[in-house]
């Protein structure tokens, strides 16, 4: 046997015992040291968090070698996301949990210097609205209004390394259901947690095992579904990029509940690092025994494949998704009889997302009970967002269900950028925008949909009075028209024809009878369409048309959008008495629609002019000559706004 076979076989865990005698040499090796945890999420990345990362590592290797004592209790980890993206680079010093905000590479050195030291960079904490520094992360409020039991682990280990998931707890669940549970009881322990699918429609989890374990037909699968189809969303990628293990663990115990000896996980290709970290984090599986035959030697097999998508939104419906797998073209079938029981290879099939086999574990390690003391009586344990829009912190957070939008953008978003009449968007392009008066709404799976939204696979977007209703759910409609697979005649036609209303109100050539339309053609959505593309489009038409029909009015009855958005709506004027005739706007001007002698006022010549705002945005702060209006030239302007 070769040296590098022995060394694997090493590896392998046999028992619970190994598993826990390997978690406490791993504990015992990290105690008394300090850890430099650097966020490697995508944001972070993208702000030289590598950078940072790779010369605090050569400043310990040359201390290493001519002072080793200095750095030997210094732990260096790369992680994944911390979720605080409008802060990053975020670098948390453990254990006393110091977190430092908007890192530098030039700040690098310093840090290890005074990690070393057991002192603080001062400028680098966050500060509060009143310029007061925080030093703990779970003191700032971001963190400190959250519920965080997925996302937890992510800024504490290195994606990377087993051993490090190990050491936190992994594999813990997986060994006490394959050693002490019979796969009844772990369905039984899924059921009782209230555990409801987290990619979109809030199915209960235990009921879709369970429905798929007790399906006649064999082999059986489950499957993992990360194709996260939200544009404005990230959620499931930055799960795999950080704790990888976390899914891999949930699809395992999965596995074993339902009957099945083999995973998928169904991937978007464009997530490279996630796709690197799940496959690093399988053949760990492998290497350690967690994967393959005979887990922890009670006879369990199972074994997992990945399966790269295309990231067509269309995919992230189930059918459609397996279609996939299959070598097929992913779209959708009919659903008379459910993927449950015919699904992957016409056998029956489990599908939950990223986020709802990352929960697994804890329920199986903290009870069912304990789960269902978090959130709300029909929606237990938390959820994850992507908040992003005008709100101060953005970010990834994850909040207990329950939570209301006020709290979520207040307490954790740090409230509002300048706006006044706040719109929140839930559930990406098959959700809804909900106003204001709506901000005391719990957030949970059916307060959402009976508001007209969705929790969909988590985005939230905060707009305000600036982000035209019309303008947005034409965006969505345009993208979903984009994205249907064209299968169904309702779903293909139906989103079509809504692109062509939108098209005429936000041009301003529409009339009173394209709202009648619009509303006739969500019926035909909701209840024709093959799939959940088509069946949930008319949540964004409906929402905006409820909540914001004002809007609809203002563009087809006065020719204005009040946002000042929609570009065949809107002009500019420059105003004469506060144009100094600086020439700014003339040279900068695409089309060369403005004219002017210099140091005289200019003025615009609307039948030439684009509308494309540049030369608002070259006129000199101390002028703010150039108005941008909205409504008819020819008549009075019913909005505007300097």
Known sequence: MKKSEELKNEKIIKTPKDLNLLRERLQESIKDKKIISICSGTGCKAYSSDEIYNIILEKMKKLEQNNPEKVKNILLKRTGCHGFCEKGPIIVIYPEGICYVKSKVEDAEEILEKTIEGKIVDRLLYKDDNGNPIVREQDIPFYKFQKRIVLDINSKIDPTSIDDYIRVGGYRALAKVLTSMNPEEVIQEIKKSNLRGCGGGGFPTGIKWETTKNAKQEPKY????????????????????????????????????????????YVRQEYPVAVSNLLIAIKQAEDYGFLGENILNTGFNFNVKVHRGAGAFVSGESSALMTAIEGNVGEPRLKYIHTAVSGLFNKPTNLNNVETYANVPHIINNGADWFKSIGTKNSSGTKIFSLVGKVKNTGLVEVPMGITLRDIIFKIGGGVNGGTDIKVQTG???????????????????????????????????????????????????????????????????????????????????????????????????????????????????????????EYEAHIYHKSCPALVCRQLIYYEISQEKCAGCRICVKSCPVNAISGEPKKPHVINLDICTRCGTCLEVCPEKFKAVIKKTGKVEKAKVFENA
């Open 222 to 265: 489950v499957i993992v579904n990360a194709d996260e189809g939200d544009p404005g969303a990230f959620m499931d990628r930055s799960i795999l990029e950080g704790n990888p293990h976390s899914v891999l663990e949930g699809l395992i115990i999965a596995g074993y509940a339902i009957g099945s000896n083999q995973g998928y996980f």
């Open 428 to 550: 990406g392009p098959s959700g809804g925008i909900l106003p204001k008066e709506l901000l005391d709404l719990p957030v949970d799976f059916d307060e959402l949909t009976k508001a007209g939204s969705m929790m969909g696979s988590g985005g939230m977007i905060v707009m305000d009075e600036t982000d035209c209703m019309v303008n947005i759910a034409s965006y969505y409609i345009n993208f979903l028209a984009d994205e249907s697979c064209g299968k169904c005649v309702p779903c293909r036609e139906g989103l079509r024809q809504m692109t062509f209303i939108y098209d005429r109100i936000i041009s301003g050539n529409a009339n009173a009878e394209d709202i009648s339309l619009l509303e006739d053609l969500c019926v035909l959505l909701e209840n024709a369409s093959l799939c959940a593309l088509g069946g949930t489009a008319h949540n964004i038409v409906r929402t905006t048309l409820k909540y914001f029909k004002d």
